[in-house]
């Protein structure tokens, strides 16, 4: 018999003062400064998480070759959270007197309070059974019966299992004359598993909203109530069905040791948001009707020796993985730009479409003549349907000029429209490497780690993807001339402009922004030494070790504008990256 348990309490508690004002002139000197007439708003959040576990265990070998085990158990978690506001909105009592409460301070006409609660359980039935012949041969069974609050009565409950084994082919008669194989084992797996991952903890239920309205003979005032959206509760557990095949071996006593694993997986039941008509007036309930396809391998390799007095390991990993989307409900299937996520059946699951571009422009004429093909109509009296070529007009920053992108009308409809979109590739990480090294002699220990990507189609978007697509911040140095000009007509970017819808045209969504996000950095460096017992023995010390740590010391990329390609996709919220050097010392007593 064995159990678990495990209770964890977050709390988070917050006090918002602002309330400043200030100014002051010449003489005075203190300038600036606004917000007031005050404010004020404490905040106390709370989470708890409680995690419980109960198991019965069996372990006997009969005869010496005839392993069984088995295990009966039970799992159960519940999180709660619960979150207390308030506001007081007009200022400090007492001003100047520094004290923040809101016994304190001033009401106003939002003197609010406000809260909420929340929580979840989740309750697992676990069985497993295994029988393993000499080493040799092996097989496992595995049940779970899962349930979870987040769905209805009707949908909590779900059964899931697995069914694994393994032949150690080394262990066989017909192979005792290899003797440089150490051992070679393939093994199975078979899984049904579960997931509610993406469902909200009251998800079925519709939230009943309120605010005010104008209406009746002599219009007046009142509260209005209304459901915010089309719920359902038929929302069940997303499964996923996964085969995985192996083959572990080693070599040379044990001194090169090896795995390759080919897998499988299918997710049934994916939760995705199904787009209806507008008329039907409301938002639309998610469902469970996705389903896409993962494929992938991996195959690991280390080795273990030593030479003399020197003790070192080697060791590479190299996987990749892709998807494809099978089934999606009411989808037309057309791509839009930029990241398609869960979109486009046949496509991986982050397709990306983009923009084909056909370089700069050079002159006054040949933006006329690109009018005139692409976006004027036949009676030119307007733009072509479905155009999104900037209107041409005199005093407008907007307007294409020299030094402005082409735009190629791929599909050869004679205008630039979506549909001229194409396939550039998936976004999602592939060829994934990591490489390891150590290494001991006399005390001195060295271990370094690499990691990388061997490709990744990535679109450079957000503050600093190209000049100026974000008027307001600083610009990327490495811009700097790269711009477009009639003494530079060859440039890599286009003409400069602070007017972020033309820049838009030159960048958003365009070929010139994809690139490969291939790289390879070195993760972590730890070099140190161990000083001789002999030493540290007379002053008590059973072991004494100083040493130096570097994480992120060093990177190969395909980027090289100063973007950090381990964030892989771009975004404005991301912190700056950073190299960290660590010295330090490890003393036992």
Known sequence: LSGTGNYKLVRRDQQKVYNKVQYYDWVGTETGNKQGPGSLEEIMEKWENITLGGF?????????????????????EQETSKKVGAKRNQGPMYPGSDLTDLDVWVSGDNNGAYGGQSSWGFVSYLGRVNYVYDD??????LGRRDGSSKLSKEQRWKNFYSVSGFWRISSEEFMKDFTWLSDLKVRYNYGKT??????????????????????????TSHTS??????????????????????????????RLRGSFDYFIKRNNGMFINVEYPSILGAGAPKTNNGKFEAKGWEIALNWNDKIGQVTYNLGASLSDAWSKVLELENNENVPNPGK????????????????????????????DAYYEMYYWNASHTGPKPNNIIPAPQEASAETLRPGARKVVDLNGDGSITTADLYYAGDMAPRLTFGIKAGLEWKGIDVAA?????????????GYLAAPWTTNYVLQNSTFMGKMWTPENPDAEYTIASRNQN???????????????????????LVIGYTIPKKWTAKAGISNLRVYF????????????DGYDPEYGENSNNTFPFSRLLTFGVDVTF
């Open 56 to 76: 019965i265990n069996y372990d006997r070998i009969f005869k010496e070759k005839h392993s069984v085990s088995a295990m009966l158990g039970m799992t159960a």
């Open 136 to 141: 040799k041969y092996s097989i496992e069974l």
């Open 194 to 219: 579960g997931s509610v991952t993406g469902i909200d903890n009251y998800e079925r239920y519709a939230l009943i909203k309120t605010g005010g309205t104008i209406f009746g003979v002599n219009p």
């Open 225 to 254: 109530l209304w459901i915010d959206g089309i719920r359902s509760d038929q929302r069940t557990w997303e499964t996923i069905n996964s085969h995985d095949v192996g083959v572990d071996f080693a070599f040379l006593n044990n």
């Open 340 to 367: 398609n996520s869960n979109r486009l059946i046949g496509k991986p699951r982050d397709a990306l479409y983009v923009y084909q571009t056909d370089g700069i422009f050079q002159t006054q004429e040949e933006v």
């Open 449 to 461: 780690f690499f990691q990388g990507v061997g490709k990744q189609t990535i679109l450079r978007s």
């Open 502 to 524: 033309f820049n838009k045209w030159n960048y958003n969504e365009k070929d010139v922004q994809v690139q490969n996000n291939r790289y390879i950095r070195l993760k972590s």
């Open 549 to 560: 740590s570097g994480d992120d010391l060093w990177e190969w990329t395909k980027v090289k």
